[in-house]
């Protein structure tokens, strides 16, 4: 009789099988609030997910948080993809969550963090890039609406500031559709009027209302921009890509007029400081060369002005002594060199050098002669020539030819009337 009745295990394992066969559930998109949120130390998320009027049990496994591009917390508006399924342990269905994102702004913050990432990687965020903020600005140009809290806060801030400074405005839309052209374009028209700094930005407002500033037309404008710039978007928690890859980042427009300019009382103040500071330094030198002037006016040499002359003296009669030692040594040395030379055997003998260099001569001479053709000659030896080249072969000789023949005592014209070999 009991066979009828199941199991509380076999009627939860029953549905999660019906659960895990329905197609419908197996990919499911849904989007609500995000509450009682737990982080668990193995790095899974469990939380609910809630509208007006039903909750969902839902778990977010470690892999698949570790590639959220936000910090889920209660209150979250979110847009979820996952399946749903039964916990047997509870028997409560719930969602397994495979990607989560921030409902409604959560496509801006995903192209966001796309275009923070594929810009840090050209290196448009470097710091080797950032252009110095001038300390005191002459001329200084604002990109803002013309209306509004952002330029009333940024001239009522440098005029109490440093009134002497000169601002000029580009006005500008902040938001809309047309917003980024008109920012870049406004951009470009500042780089023609000499400005030391440019201010760039606007008030608060939603992710939507400040996105102008996350385009990448108006990143490249700011990282091409000759003049040092200065963002100044939404309120201190906002962040924008134009922050970024500004040479500096302002956490307000009020923030960024501080920044641009110094404070004239402070300036004052330094300029007093160093007045007083310069008069110290003056009247120290002043008293320093008096206390010198005064130890060489006292100086026994200056009241005594004889002895420098007799230490000079003296000093220079040295100096004679010293110079007439050296002439008198450079003589003695010069004269005995003179005594050695004169007294040099070959030269109180010139007859041997002579005979010396005879005897070489005559060797010389007796070598050339072994070697002079004409000694050849006078052996009895001849050199027979044809056009003015000697005859070494017969075979340069032909018939009825002229030949001039050399012997020692002259030369003798033939013709060639037979050759034999």
Known sequence: MNDKYLSVTAITRYLKSKFESDVNLRLVFLKGEISNIKYHTTGHIYFS???ETSKINAIMFSSNAKKLLFKPVDGSKVLVTGRITIYEATGGYQIYVDEMIEDGVGNLYIAF??????LSKEGLFDQKYKKSIPKIPERIGVITAPTGAAIKDILSTIKRRFPICEV???PSLVQGDGAKNDIVKNIKLAQNY???????????GSIEDLWPFNEESVARAIFDCKIPVISAVGHEIDFTIADYVADMRAPTPTGAAELAVPNITDLIN???????????????????QKLYLD??????????PLIMYENKKQKLDILLDNLNKSLVKKYENSKHKLELF?????????KILYEKHQNKLSNL??????????????RGYSLTMQNNKIISSIDSVKLNSSLLIKVSDGEIEANVINIKK
């Open 342 to 350: 004169k007294n040099n055997y070959i030269l109180n003998n010139p």
């Open 365 to 378: 001479i007796e070598k050339l002669e072994l070697i002079n053709p004409l000694g050849v000659l006078k």
């Open 295 to 304: 130890g060489i006016k006292s100086s026994y040499a200056i009241k005594n």
């Open 270 to 288: 330094n300029i007093n400081n160093l007045k007083i500071r310069l008069n110290e330094s003056i009247n120290k030198k002043i008293n320093y």
């Open 194 to 204: 000499d400005l030391d700094v440019l201010i760039v930005g606007r008030g608060g």
């Open 49 to 51: 997910i809630k509208d």
């Open 113 to 118: 963090e796309k275009l923070k990432q594929d």
């Open 168 to 170: 000029i405005l580009f």
